[in-house]
Each structure stands twice: as C-alpha cells, then as structure tokens.
C-alpha cells in the first residue's frame, strides 16, 4: 500500500519556502511506497475445481504468505475468515445456480492482511446450470397397483418454468422383463403413455441443461396386476365309462400348479389325459399360480373348479351293439380289433381300469397280444366293447 505523508499537508498549509518543505513539496516526494514490512504479505490460494455442474463443491487451499489473518469472499454473499495457524488447512465452499438453463460465473476473491499490509487474489468460478426432473404419473389408481388392461397413463412435467421450456427431454420406460430403456418421447410435454401388457414398469424421465454437461433422472414405477377370472380350461364334460378325457388348460398370465380329477388322483402337467373307472360326477380342480409378464411366480395361487360327468353307456356291456362298428375277440393270445376308424386313438383297459395298451389306428382293424386272461375294455374315439380273453 502507499500512504500520504502528513509532513506534505503541512507544507502546503504554510509557505513552501524551507528546505524541508522545498523538499516534501516535490512530486516524488508527495506518495511513499508501502513500508517494506508490506512486502512480505502476498495473497495466494489453489481450487481443486474452477468448473463444474451445480451444486458445486470447491475445495480452497490457503497458499499466502506473510499474513496474520485472511478472508475468502466468494461472491455469492459468502465469506469465510481464517488465522494465520490455518493456513495449510483446506476449505470447501457449495456453489449453487439458481437457474436450470443458465450458467453462473462467481469470482473468489482471498484478501490477506497483516496490520496495515494487505494484498488479495481472484480467481473464477463457472457453475454450470443443473437441471433437477421431476413429473408424475396422471392415473386414477397411481401410486397404487393398476388393474390390466392399464389405460393410457399421462405424464405430467412438474420441472417449474421458464426452467422447464429450456431443457432437453428424453422420456423412457422399462419393460416388465428387462432393463433395456424403451424411449418414447423426447417432447416437453409427452403423449400419454400406452402399456400393453401386466408387470411393473419404470418410467424414467432425463433432462439436460442447455450447456449439454448437467443432467438429471427421476424414475417412478407404475405396477399393473392381473384379475384372477383370466384362467381357464376346456375338455369333454361327459362321456362313457371308461371315461377317458384330455384337459386343455389356455391362458397366458399362469402355470399349472396342480390337476385333482376327483377321484383321488391328481397330475402336475400342463394338459393331462385321465381316465374315470367308475360311472359318477366328479368335480376337477385346476390349480394355478399366477406369473408376471416375464413367467415368474408372483406367489398367488387361483382355483377352477368344473364338473366331468361318466355315463354307464350300454355299449360297454356287451360285446356288439348295433350302433358301434368296433369288433373285438381273442384268439391265439391275440386281441383281434376291427371297426377302427384310421388316425383314432385305440386304448385298452383291463377291468380294473389299467391302461395295458394305447396306439393310433393305421388301419380299420388291429390285431394286439395278450399274455393275460381277463376281462379287457377296448375303447377308440366314442366307442367302447368288452371283451373276455380265456384263451
């Protein structure tokens, strides 16, 4: 600093005729450089960042020299004072931007003092504009679960403005199966949004500032359940005993867990064939644990309950019938079938009720062997004869 001699006041109040005054009153005499105590105060500091995306954490390490005390002001209203015995010691300020769209410019200013000595640096911090996403789904049953089919789910931006008509959008959803991100729009304000099948989705909207550097993500999830009367299955609902049936199960939002044919017998395929040995109603079971929209368990179990009927027909009594074409007699240790009709299933039953033989007619006879006596039923398509083999 320089410093205004009183002595030159003096001079000028009175006449300039003295030596000292003749000598005081000379221009190189009228300003003095600081003291050379002054000289040793040298203000200095280091930041680990000069740039980046708001909030913005600067790190300040105090590199002065010659000071007692020093005082950061950072240019944003704040400040922040020191001692000497601080000096080494590193300080961190938060920047902010106030704005989504514009980039802030802060100047750091470190002023080091020691009695009447001073000296002080600036340098320059850039603080980027940061957007911050924010929206939310418009559906009547958000944030709780949707039932399938989903209406289309608007999505309301909630970035406040000018902000929010100066950012850059890309929106994106996840499907139930994967994490692969399905962009589907890059508008500020996005089409409603069609999900076409049961799950939980995640709908994911990014915004970036003009400056192409900052960004932000916010992600909600919006899950979609199934109703429990989307399960099913389909089979003849009577016929004659021996009453073989093959269940069909058809939908696409479950697994088979379990068949209970009501007779004491149960199965775990998917699309079983059974066979009834005794004339009565029986009341059949599906089972069924539901799955989300990738084939996982959801851990939900669903119940179809449906009735099969089995008729004592009367073709099962007697060997011929005039209205069933099938024949059927043993000799030789050989089951002599004829009546079949080509591509029909042909199966043969033991009186109890075991399936002993199951094959598809190439033919309209067929001759099968019998190491056994007995009683046998030979039943294709809807027809049905019993037979005795004594050989």
Same mark, same amino acid.
């Given at each position: 600093m320089r410093h205004l001699h009183f002595f030159t006041f003096l001079c000028f109040a009175f006449a300039a005729t003295s030596a000292l005054c003749s000598d005081l009153s000379a221009p190189q005499a009228m300003i003095e450089d600081d003291p050379p105590e002054c000289s040793g105060v040298k203000a200095s500091f280091e930041m680990d960042v000069n740039t980046g995306c708001a909030p913005l954490a600067v790190h300040f390490l105090n590199t002065s020299q010659g000071h007692v005390s020093c005082e950061y002001d950072f240019g944003d209203g704040n400040t922040l004072t020191g001692a000497y015995e601080e000096n080494n010691q590193l300080s961190v300020h938060t920047f902010n931007n106030p704005s989504m769209y514009r980039?802030?410019?802060?100047?750091?200013?470190?002023?080091?003092?020691?009695?009447?000595?001073?000296?002080?640096?600036? $340098?320059?911090?850039?603080? $980027?504009?940061?957007?911050?996403?924010?929206?939310?789904?418009?559906?009547?049953?958000?944030?709780?679960?949707?039932?399938?089919?989903?209406?289309?789910?608007?999505?309301?931006?909630?970035?406040?403005?000018?902000?929010?008509?100066?950012?850059?959008?890309?929106?994106?959803?996840?499907?139930?199966?994967?994490?692969?991100?399905?962009?589907?729009?890059?508008?500020?304000?996005?089409?409603?949004?069609?999900?076409?099948?049961?799950?939980?989705?995640?709908?994911?909207?990014?915004?970036?500032?003009?400056?192409?550097?900052?960004?932000?993500?916010?992600? $909600?999830?919006?899950?979609?359940?199934?109703?429990?009367?989307?399960?099913?299955?389909?089979?003849?609902?009577?016929?004659?005993?021996?009453?073989?049936?093959?269940?069909?199960?058809?939908?696409?939002?479950?697994?088979?867990?379990?068949?209970?044919?009501?007779?004491?017998?149960?199965?775990?395929?998917?699309?079983?064939?059974?066979?009834?040995?005794?004339?009565?109603?029986?009341?059949?079971?599906?089972?069924?644990?539901?799955?989300?929209?990738?084939?996982?368990?959801?851990?939900?179990?669903?119940?179809?309950?449906?009735?099969?009927?089995?008729?004592l027909c009367s073709n099962a009594d007697s060997d011929i019938s005039p209205s069933n074409p099938l024949k059927a007699w043993v000799r030789n240790e050989l089951l002599h079938v004829t009546g079949l009709t080509k591509d029909e299933p042909l199966s043969i039953y033991t009186a109890t009720g075991t399936l002993v033989h199951h094959s598809i007619a190439t033919s309209n006879e067929a001759m099968i062997p019998l190491s056994v006596q007995g009683v046998y039923i030979v039943r294709s398509g809807s027809n049905t004869v019993k037979v005795v083999s004594g050989f």
């Open positions: 980039d802030t410019t802060y100047y750091v200013t470190l002023r080091a003092t020691s009695g009447v000595c001073e000296d002080e640096m600036t $340098l320059a911090v850039e603080v $980027l504009s940061s957007p911050i996403a924010d929206f939310r789904p418009v559906n009547p049953y958000y944030p709780a679960d949707s039932p399938y089919p989903a209406a289309p789910i608007s999505l309301e931006n909630l970035i406040p403005l000018p902000d929010r008509d100066q950012l850059a959008y890309l929106w994106s959803h996840t499907d139930a199966c994967t994490d692969h991100a399905n962009n589907f729009s890059d508008e500020i304000y996005p089409s409603p949004l069609n999900l076409p099948d049961w799950g939980t989705y995640h709908i994911t909207q990014h915004v970036t500032a003009p400056n192409s550097i900052c960004s932000d993500s916010k992600t $909600l999830s919006i899950n979609i359940i199934l109703p429990v009367s989307l399960f099913d299955f389909e089979y003849e609902q009577s016929g004659c005993w021996p009453y073989e049936v093959t269940f069909s199960y058809f939908s696409r939002f479950g697994i088979v867990d379990q068949w209970d044919f009501g007779d004491g017998n149960t199965s775990n395929e998917e699309a079983p064939t059974h066979v009834y040995m005794n004339a009565g109603e029986y009341w059949v079971t599906l089972t069924v644990m539901e799955v989300d929209q990738c084939g996982v368990s959801t851990g939900l179990a669903s119940n179809i309950t449906k009735k099969a009927t089995v008729h």
